[in-house]
């Protein structure tokens, strides 16, 4: 079986050299000849398969293409078009035209080519723009998104095209001409540079053949490497098993967890995160993106290797890991909505296009994991993907139903407490300096997204309180956010693909049933870091720096109760007012103020209520009440708006910018801390549930026992649940109503009697490897009882432990 062109492109040394470096983690076994041989045939068989049909990918540049007529009044004689330049910035235009032309006379569902010459044609502009790519000199960090996706993708799709051709060349060069000869090289050239660039200035680049290539670098991992580029068809073409070898490895591993803890030794540092969200640009949150595309593309893999040497053995794959994935990413949206709070895209103005998306790719895991091990899973699991099957049905996407797992989540990796039930949804999403923030890129996507992990608690019971109200914020005054209150044009839009972070470590949470406790310690990290290039964006607002709060949520079922504490601005020459904003929503129906006694009244349209915290005030909007409570010693104020708002849409992303903007009423709440606080203090709670807000004012699920630097706590009315935020500030002592609690450790903790059992949900926000924590506990006048808890260890350190509690 010969492989011309491959022997011409491809050094042995490529494939090689892995076996021999020192420096390769990963070595695989080397197969015997026979073996290879065996392996070349199957590559074969999968190209013949493939190029049955258009490549799929045509994702070739921005922009849409036309007719193939349009293109070829411009193409000359000597294969040039005569309307773009002669620079390499003309290579991935002309490539799309050439693709296009190809794929309308695809050798199996193609037009036949009405002339020899038009063929030629093609055939010299396939070799004078792709030898213009080939032949660059910049091996590095400049030939990224062109070289690696796109020209790759629009050769992969010509190859399949002119596939007859391809075969002739590689199998009878002899026979063929060598115009077609010369141009299938030039194609499979520029398809192995997927393999090859950029440079990555170590070991793996004189072997770019083997795993390591595909760890240790954010365009190598996840779908940078392995979605977006056509790895995968560049073996099939080059028909060399090595590279086969390497990627069923990578499609293997790909589909292990990462976290805080392991990230030296898992296989990649993003993707699968032990929590069930994932990974993607380093360690942030993108679970409609980079992870989720990079596990669909393992799998995909691993299925196009079925019935193949490279097919899985039974049980070689954890299935538990990607099951738990697809369930953790469906607490990502609610009821069609994907929160604002995921990605570079997160203040996009998109309709449905974000919740359908990430509905297929839940779909899209689910039916390759019954596919791959159906006979394998365990009657659970295969009643959780079959109905994870009929809820994601592509007919539900936009039926505002609620779909996938419900209940209270915690995620350890990602600093995030999700509540998800038919009534609301719930989502606090905080930072450390374990994680990332959210990316930006102004000139393409977000451009002011940079208060979204600040401790952001969006609340609602429908999304509509949100669709058109994002529109209007101000992103400093984001829901939940304790911040300098800055206008969005004092924000300079700014590219940053880490996002902002805490420079505080301290992040957790714990969950149990109905009840979940989560908090941290925030202080904006300015740090500028290099991005995957090498490049420092030095240019910020500095004025978003300097403002240390305390900030913690709590759920008892339908209620929260949000909590901040030691707020200070470290930067009063900054200047401006220090607030806390509660909600930023759209008015959907009447907003009434009620007082402790139950009287209420209406708020007017365009009306401003301020109050200084010397009592509580409540306001219910759509079904949710909120209840602004005093805390003593607070020089705070209760500010509540109702306003119309025109929505800026393009302030806040860049592809909003053909978007029209209208006019919305919102509600907006906020507590003012006023300029320059040191050591302020705030409490709220929210209640969605469907009682008479007279009787939670009057009889409300909780009590507050402490809001400090040290701790912040809150037990149920009954005195049976305690949820506490411990800091590890200092000796502590809970004191509630039917229990005590006594520790001076960092800790997130729920302690619940139910049933006639004692139980203690507990959590290490600071995520240290072998740490133990000791408390104390006891029912109030009975002796005090220790407890030590051992946490769980990685990749799960951060996970909390539970145990039953002697009574």
């Known amino acids: 079986m010969r492989n011309y062109l491959t022997e011409r492109i491809m050094k042995k040394e490529y494939y090689e050299g892995a076996g021999e470096c020192l420096e390769c983690r990963d070595k695989l076994p080397v197969d015997t000849e026979k073996e290879r041989e065996e392996k070349k045939k199957i590559l074969r068989q999968l190209l013949a398969k493939a190029a049955q049909g258009n490549y799929d990918e045509q994702n070739y540049r921005e922009g849409d293409l036309l007719p193939e007529e349009e293109y070829c009044r411009y193409l000359e004689e000597d294969g040039s078009f005569s309307d773009l330049p002669g620079s390499t910035e003309s290579i991935l235009e002309a490539f799309a035209r050439l693709a296009c032309i190809t794929e309308r006379h695809h050798w199996r569902k193609g037009l036949p080519w009405e002339s020899g010459e038009r063929k030629e044609t093609v055939l010299k502009a396939i070799i004078k723009y792709g030898r213009m790519e080939i032949e660059r000199e910049d091996k590095g960090i400049c030939r990224f998104h062109k070289s690696l996706f796109y020209l790759p993708k629009t050769s992969v799709s010509m190859c399949f095209a002119l596939y007859p051709d391809f075969m002739d060349a590689q199998e009878r060069p002899e026979k063929q001409a060598p115009l077609v000869t010369e141009a299938m090289e030039v194609l499979l050239r520029v398809i192995f540079q997927c393999w090859q660039l950029p440079l990555r200035n170590n070991h793996t680049d004189a072997h770019p053949i083997c795993v390591d290539r595909f760890r240790g670098h954010v365009w190598w991992i996840g779908a940078n490497g392995i979605t977006y580029r056509p790895v995968f068809y560049a ?19 790909a589909l292990t967890p990462t976290s805080h803890g392991n990230t030296d030794e898992s296989f990649w540092k993003e993707g699968i995160c032990a929590d069930g969200l994932g990974w993607g640009h ?46 953790g990413i469906g607490y990502m949206e609610y009821r069609d909505w994907v929160p604002p709070m995921i990605g570079r895209t997160s203040f996009e103005c998109d309709g449905l296009y974000k919740p359908a998306v990430l509905t297929k790719y839940i779909r899209q895991i689910a039916i390759r994991v019954l596919n791959l091990a159906g006979d394998e899973l365990t009657q659970e699991q295969l009643h959780l993907l079959y109905r994870t099957l009929l809820e994601r049905s592509p007919e539900r996407v936009g039926d505002n139903r609620v779909k996938g797992d419900t209940g209270c989540r915690y995620f350890w990796n990602n600093d995030t407490l999700v509540r998800k039930t038919e009534e609301e949804y719930v989502f606090f999403n905080m930072a450390s300096s374990r994680c990332d923030g959210v990316e930006c890129a102004h000139e393409c996507a977000d451009t002011r997204n940079f208060f979204l992990t600040d401790g952001a608690c969006l609340i609602c019971k429908d999304p509509r309180e949100y669709r058109r109200a994002i529109g209007t914020w101000q992103v400093s005054c984001i829901p939940g956010v304790t911040a300098r209150e800055l206008k969005n044009e004092e924000i300079m839009p700014e590219t940053n693909w880490q996002g902002y972070h805490s420079k505080h470590s301290f992040a957790g949470g714990a969950v149990r049933g109905e009840y979940a406790a989560a908090g941290f310690i925030f202080e904006k990290d300015e740090t500028r870091k290099k991005d995957g290039s090498g490049k420092i964006y030095p240019e910020y607002c500095r004025e978003m720096m300097g403002v240390l709060a305390y900030k913690s949520c709590f759920v008892f079922g339908r209620t929260g109760v949000c909590m901040g504490a030691g707020i200070t601005d470290l930067k009063p020459e900054y200047g401006r007012n220090i607030r806390t904003t509660v909600n930023v929503a759209e008015r959907l129906t009447d907003t009434l103020i009620f007082t402790s006694a139950g009287d209420k009244e209406q708020i007017a349209q365009g009306e401003e209520r301020i109050w200084p915290q010397d009592k509580p005030v409540y306001i219910t909007q759509n079904g949710i009440l909120y209840g602004l409570l005093p805390q003593e010693g607070s020089g705070s104020r209760f500010l509540v708006w109702t306003a119309e708002r025109m929505t800026k849409w393009e302030e806040l992303n860049a592809c909003n910018r053909k978007v029209g903007n209208e006019s919305c009423p919102v509600l907006e709440l906020a507590i003012d801390h006023g300029i320059a606080p040191s050591g302020e203090r705030y409490c709220y709670f929210f209640d969605t549930g469907s009682e008479e807000p007279s009787a939670i004012i009057g009889n409300p699920p909780f009590h507050i026992l402490e809001n400090s630097e040290n701790a912040q706590a809150a037990e149920s009315a009954d005195g049976k649940v305690i949820q506490a935020v411990c800091y590890g500030k200092g000796e502590l002592l809970l004191s509630g109503s039917v229990y005590e609690i006594r520790l001076a450790e960092p800790a997130v903790l729920i302690l619940e009697e139910k049933a006639g059992e004692l139980y203690l949900t507990i959590s290490d926000p600071l995520q240290l490897p072998e740490r133990k924590c000791t408390l104390e506990y006891r029912r109030k006048e009975d002796a005090w009882k220790k407890a030590v808890v051992s946490f769980p260890e990685n990749p799960e350190r951060g996970k909390q432990a539970v145990i039953r509690l002697e009574k």
């Open 235 to 253: 073996a099939v073409l080059l028909c060399t098993p090595e590279m086969m070898d390497v990627l069923a490895e990578v499609a293997k591993r």
């Open 282 to 327: 380093d360690r942030q949150n993108y679970s409609n993106g980079y992870p989720t595309q990079g596990v669909i593309s393992a799998l995909n893999i691993l299925l196009d290797l079925k019935d193949t040497p490279w097919a899985l053995r039974k049980e070689e794959i954890c299935w538990e890991w990607v099951i738990r994935f697809m369930r």
